[in-house]
């Protein structure tokens, strides 16, 4: 019993005693983000991030090496989606366009290359999306629908 009350007092010490971290400040944490340069989700991402984070850097995902995750706390590996859209960002219909022009269309989107990352790669990284599953199936790891 009287351990019980000492960790609960204890517990409250602390809680009273230390500083709370305060919701308008940014967290003292180093991002890059390599994503798809020049577009809408990529000013979307690095805007969201700097307003919550203390240093966050941006480059282009097809271009990312290893080698500049170094200074960096976190890691954040995206690209668009592959699936057309119109000019009105509406999903293009495979049955009105047809199959091949469809096909094109989406291979179009994908990126030109894939950042290769080695076994000894030790910085905390984000897979977003498509783009993390071509990483994750080059290096050969099951984390997808299919």
């Known amino acids: 019993m009287r351990i019980r009350i000492w960790?609960?007092?204890s517990c409250l010490?602390?809680?009273l005693t230390s500083s709370?971290?305060?919701?308008d400040e940014p967290i003292p944490l180093k991002i890059l983000y390599?994503?798809?340069p020049g577009t809408p989700?990529?000013?979307d991402f690095v805007e969201f991030l700097k307003?919550?984070?203390?240093r966050v850097e941006s480059m282009s995902y097809e271009e990312f090496k290893e080698?500049?995750?170094?200074?960096?706390?976190?890691v954040i590996l995206d690209?668009?989606?592959?699936?057309?859209v119109d000019k009105d960002g509406n999903d293009v219909d495979m049955q009105k366009v047809g199959v091949e022009a469809w096909s094109k269309m989406m291979y179009a989107l994908r990126p030109r290359t894939i950042p290769q990352l080695s076994e000894s790669y030790d910085r905390p990284t984000i897979l977003v999306g498509e783009a993390g599953g071509y990483i994750l199936n080059r290096m050969r790891l099951k984390l997808d629908w299919r």
């Open 7 to 9: 960790v609960a007092l």
């Open 79 to 84: 690209w668009t989606s592959s699936y057309p």
């Open 20 to 23: 709370p971290a305060r919701a």
């Open 13 to 15: 010490s602390l809680a």
């Open 34 to 36: 390599a994503g798809h």
């Open 67 to 74: 080698s500049d995750a170094q200074g960096r706390d976190v």
């Open 41 to 43: 989700r990529e000013r």
């Open 51 to 54: 307003a919550h984070f203390t």
